[in-house]
């Protein structure tokens, strides 16, 4: 195995699933932006990817990679430093995944953990498609186009990364070496809840989104799960298991502890801890509607970020290809 270079290759990928919420930040944007200055970071729009479970609804697919794009910007991606691009766009990806295919075995592929989760939750044990069950090869594509070092993932992820090493190593073995074997970058966080305390997720529609205004912040925490043993403002109060609690401690840490002590001694009622969360946590993404509301009144700067980016993907992934079909004694 090679060793890793002293500025390591990231390849991070995202679904387009429009505006991100405060979960898709804590869970991998956050990382992203941390992580542009002591590595060359690419991050992908996994276009392709969203079509493995909604290939039928493709009406949203363009406004939800914009709006997640102008998301990753206005979160301090800096397009300069890490190209922000869309995986469509680079046909490569296409040519790779199929060669990949052919170094997979199909019980391999039944075997991801993450994809037969995927299969029971939405009940396609008898029509799972082709392309969802190899979508975790597609994902090896994407990432050794760009003989990425590091995969910043979470958990379910790693799977993924996992089929990516076992397939670089076979491929280099095959055929002579090309490709480093990359490790997942796992991505420890808080997990926030959603605001009814299920998983923050667009699906269950109990998101708090980045770009959303102090009113909807406000209107939207005021519905947050509480304990619901406290009934009256006076009632002392378990923080743990707290919605408005988690949030917190996310963002707003410094004085989490306090709250939990007042909470938790009756003098803190659920509405004025509401009231509060929403101000810090209004005031702490008023830099990132900021950057939205310019990024908004200037769209060129996002097409030029995303062509900018989309060039410089395909530079590197064509010279991979060149080595991939050279070593494959391929015309
Ligand atoms: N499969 C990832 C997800 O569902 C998205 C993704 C596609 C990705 N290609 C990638 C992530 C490459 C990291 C690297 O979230």
């Not at 195995?1 to 500025?7: D, L, N, Y």
């Not at 910007?73 to 680079?90: W, Y």
């Not at 994407?142 to 090493?165: F, M, S, W």
């Not at 009934?231 to 378990?238: E, L, M, Q, V, W």
């Amino acid at each position: 195995m090679t060793a890793a270079p002293a500025r390591p290759r990231i390849l991070s990928g995202m679904r387009p699933t429009g505006k991100l919420h405060l979960g898709n930040y804590l869970g991998a944007l956050q990382n992203w932006v941390a992580l542009q200055d002591t590595s060359d970071n690419l991050h992908m729009v996994a276009d392709w990817h969203a079509l493995t479970t909604d290939y039928e609804h493709v009406d949203q697919l363009e406004t939800n990679t914009r709006e997640m794009v102008i998301d990753w910007l206005a979160a301090g991606i800096d397009p300069e430093k890490s190209p922000v691009f869309i995986q469509s766009r680079v046909k490569e990806h296409a040519e790779l995944h199929l060669l990949f295919s052919m170094l997979v075995t199909t019980s391999r592929l039944e075997r991801n953990p993450t994809v037969k989760e995927q299969i029971r939750d939405l009940h396609l044990e008898e029509t799972v498609s082709y392309g969802h069950l190899g979508y975790p090869v597609l994902q090896a594509a994407d990432i050794l186009l760009y003989k990425a070092n590091l995969v910043p993932v979470g958990e379910d992820q790693v799977p993924h990364v996992e089929l990516t090493r076992e397939i670089a190593r076979k491929f280099n073995a095959l055929y002579g070496e090309v490709f480093p074997v990359p490790e997942a970058k796992l991505t420890h966080f808080p997990r926030v809840p959603g605001l009814d305390g299920r998983r923050m997720s667009k699906s269950l529609g109990n998101t708090v989104l980045l770009s959303d205004s102090p009113e909807d912040i406000a209107a939207k925490i005021r519905t947050a799960y509480t304990d619901p043993k406290k009934i009256r403002a006076t009632d002392p109060g378990n923080p743990d298991g707290c919605v408005v609690f988690a949030y917190h401690r996310a963002f707003n840490a410094a004085a989490a502890p306090r709250v939990a002590e007042l909470c938790r001694a009756g003098q803190l009622g659920c509405v004025a801890d509401k009231k509060d969360l929403a101000a810090v946590l209004a005031e702490q993404l008023a830099p990132f509607r900021e950057r939205r509301r310019e990024l908004e009144a200037h769209p060129k700067r996002v097409d030029e970020a995303l062509k900018h980016g989309e060039e410089r993907a395909r530079a590197i992934a064509r010279r991979t290809m060149e080595e991939v079909r050279e070593a494959m004694k391929l015309p």
